[in-house]
């Protein structure tokens, strides 16, 4: 059964960076099958996609976040890590991670929707 | 950014009712949508995806239609545990995003 679990300080001062790590089990981080996602939840609000990782390429960011923002992958650990830099209140929120998975339609890859997710973690942005 | 809307906000029904959700995106998505159920203090989890695709493991009252820019999560029969907040997020192109979610509540 392939879980998801995130970790992290749940407090971070304003202007610092914002360090989570995503430790995946019960499937290998290096597989060439899926992605490896953050998304974040302010409180009471909507849904966030931060960006993704790909083992055998690039990571791709929200361009509303590009600036700011790294993910990062550990095969020897099987963990994949987010990096948020300059940090405001308005980075508040709970953050997942989560999979996407690869799926081949009409003869090419492509990826599909997020399959499975981690519990989250509160991160709050304050001095 | 494909900027997707969901209808309605809130929406309140019965155990027993046959409930539709829409979703609409800014631009053509194909059928690169997927749906998803919330309940306060979990993650989301998939429901459908490929707009019609239902994910394993999923009750068969759940379904969905729609191509190109309209989309409809539909529960057949809405049961106790269904009330719960439901999102559609289109994966045609980056960056991916989500409605702004439905709340189904208890009438």
Same mark, same amino acid.
């Given at each position: 059964?392939?879980?998801?679990?995130? @970790?992290?300080?749940?407090?971070?001062k304003?202007?610092?960076?914002? @360090?989570?790590?995503?430790?995946?089990s019960? %499937?290998?981080i =290096?597989?060439? =099958?899926?992605?490896?996602?953050?998304?974040?939840?302010?409180a009471? $609000?909507?849904?966030?996609?931060?960006?993704?990782?790909?083992?055998?390429?690039?990571?791709?960011?929200?361009? @509303?976040? $590009?600036?700011?923002?790294?993910?990062s992958?550990?095969?020897?650990?099987?963990?994949?890590?987010?990096?948020?830099?300059?940090?405001?209140?308005?980075?508040?929120?709970?953050?997942?991670?989560a999979?996407?998975?690869?799926?081949?339609?009409?003869?090419? %890859?492509?990826?599909? %929707?997020?399959?499975?997710?981690?519990?989250?973690?509160?991160?709050?942005? =304050?001095? | 950014d494909?900027?997707? &809307?969901?209808?309605?906000?809130?929406?309140?029904?019965?155990? !027993?009712?046959?409930? &539709?959700?829409?979703?609409?995106?800014?631009?053509?998505?194909?059928?690169?949508?997927?749906?998803?159920?919330?309940?306060?203090?979990?993650?989301?989890?998939?429901?459908?995806?490929?707009?019609?695709?239902?994910?394993?493991?999923?009750?068969?009252?759940?379904?969905?239609?729609?191509?190109? &820019?309209?989309?409809?999560?539909?529960?057949?029969?809405?049961?106790?545990?269904?009330?719960?907040?439901?999102?559609?997020?289109q994966?045609?192109?980056y960056?991916? &995003?989500? !409605?702004?979610?439905?709340?189904?509540?208890?009438?």
């Open positions: 059964q392939v879980q998801l679990q995130e @970790s992290g300080p749940g407090l971070v304003p202007s610092q960076t914002l @360090s989570l790590t995503c430790t995946v019960g %499937a290998s =290096s597989s060439g =099958s899926y992605y490896w996602n953050w998304i974040r939840q302010p009471g $609000k909507g849904l966030e996609w931060i960006g993704h990782i790909y083992v055998r390429g690039s990571s791709i960011y929200n361009p @509303s976040l $590009k600036s700011r923002v790294t993910i992958v550990d095969t020897s650990k099987n963990i994949f890590s987010l990096a948020l830099s300059s940090v405001t209140a308005a980075d508040t929120a709970v953050y997942y991670c999979r996407v998975r690869l799926n081949v339609y009409y003869g090419s %890859a492509k990826t599909d %929707a997020f399959d499975i997710w981690g519990q989250g973690t509160m991160v709050t942005v =304050s001095s | 494909i900027q997707m &809307t969901q209808s309605p906000s809130t929406l309140s029904a019965s155990v !027993g009712d046959r409930v &539709t959700i829409t979703c609409r995106a800014s631009q053509s998505i194909s059928t690169w949508l997927a749906w998803y159920q919330q309940k306060p203090g979990k993650a989301p989890k998939l429901l459908i995806y490929k707009a019609s695709s239902l994910e394993s493991g999923v009750p068969s009252r759940f379904s969905g239609s729609g191509s190109g &820019t309209e989309f409809t999560l539909t529960i057949s029969s809405l049961q106790p545990d269904d009330f719960a907040t439901y999102y559609c997020q994966y045609n192109s960056s991916w &995003t989500f !409605g702004q979610g439905t709340k189904v509540e208890i009438k």
